[in-house]
């Protein structure tokens, strides 16, 4: 742990990252992000809402082509969000609020490896109904998490 | 300017909204690019109300947002990030004009599962991808550029 905070903070990159005022730095890792998990997160909660019951006449089989981007998104995400936390270990580690966001990201991303199934199976059952719930929670309660992080 | 939670859940909402809005264009959108050809556009159409209800939620909880803290919008100087989120929104607003007014969203109706979008509606569907990251990427810079020119 010691060797990882020192590391984070002699690299050139992440000093440049956390130092720098250009938009360029920080602010763009920080839309990455976000943009990663604003797609990944809507497109998960739109399936989750059809698996739902809203719009019943779409067949949920052809959801499964939305998996590649949405893993793209996640990857996206995962990337940036692991170069902010370097670039900010301590203070990140220390926030209480950052362990229930990735409580909610870590179930939110099972589901979505577990939901890719589901949604190629012939038809919704009441477990998959409970899974899309889930899901549509964690991605509620990561975002959430995030907003409050920045109040603890 | 009441208790400390407000702002946070005005704020998880508004991004909440934004994810439900860009969920239902990033469907709609990449099904007529191409993605996921198996997909009906009908159906999938329905699933629009969604992304108005949540444009609703979206609108009143940045309007709250604007007027806790109108300063890191208006300035002065007026934050260039939020004058370009404003141009985003403008802009979709009348590209989906164009879709609605010229026939282009009952034409998609009629793209039934494996078939192909015409280029107009790939290209209406390209802008309002395009146009809904320029949305994001300007709410993310409007707290860097608070302030600047």
């Known amino acids: ?50 698996l739902l019951g809203a719009a019943e006449e779409l067949p949920t089989a052809a959801f499964g082509r939305f998996f590649r981007p949405i893993w793209i998104g996640i990857g996206l995400t995962a990337i940036s969000g692991l170069v902010m936390l370097a670039s900010d270990l301590q203070t990140k580690l220390g926030n209480r609020v950052f362990a229930y ?45 995030g907003k409050f992080m920045a109040y603890f | 300017m009441g208790a400390w939670w407000v702002v946070p859940v005005w704020k998880t909402m508004h991004y909440f909204a934004i994810a439900v809005l860009v969920g239902v264009v990033g469907l709609v959108d990449l099904r007529i690019v191409g993605v996921a050809k198996a997909l009906p556009l009908r159906p999938l159409q ?44 403008v802009l979709i607003g009348l590209n989906d004009l164009l879709y609605f007014a010229t026939g282009l969203k009952r034409q998609v109706d009629g793209v039934g599962a494996g078939e192909r979008a015409s280029a107009s509606a790939q290209i209406v569907a390209g802008v309002s991808l395009a146009l809904w990251a320029g949305v994001i990427y300007w709410s993310r810079m409007l707290t860097f550029l608070a302030g600047a020119i």
């Open chain 1, 1 to 50: 742990m010691q060797i990882l905070q020192q590391w984070t903070e002699a690299n050139a990159f992440l000093i440049w990252l956390r130092e720098s005022s250009s938009i360029w730095a920080y602010p763009t890792v920080f839309f990455l992000h976000t943009a990663g998990l604003v797609f990944t997160a809507g497109v998960s909660i739109m399936i989750n809402v059809r």
């Open chain 1, 101 to 145: 966001k990735m409580a909610f990201v870590v179930i939110a991303v099972v589901l979505t490896v577990l939901m890719r199934r589901r949604v190629a199976a012939p038809r919704v059952t009441a477990s998959t109904r409970a899974l899309a719930a889930a899901s549509l929670l964690c991605w509620l309660g990561a975002v959430a998490a």
């Open chain 2, 46 to 89: 329905r699933l629009m109300p969604w992304a108005a209800a949540a444009f609703a939620v979206a609108a009143a909880s940045g309007y709250e947002l604007l007027r806790i803290n109108p300063a890191n919008s208006f300035g002065p100087p007026v934050n260039v990030a939020f004058a370009a989120k404003m141009l985003c929104l």
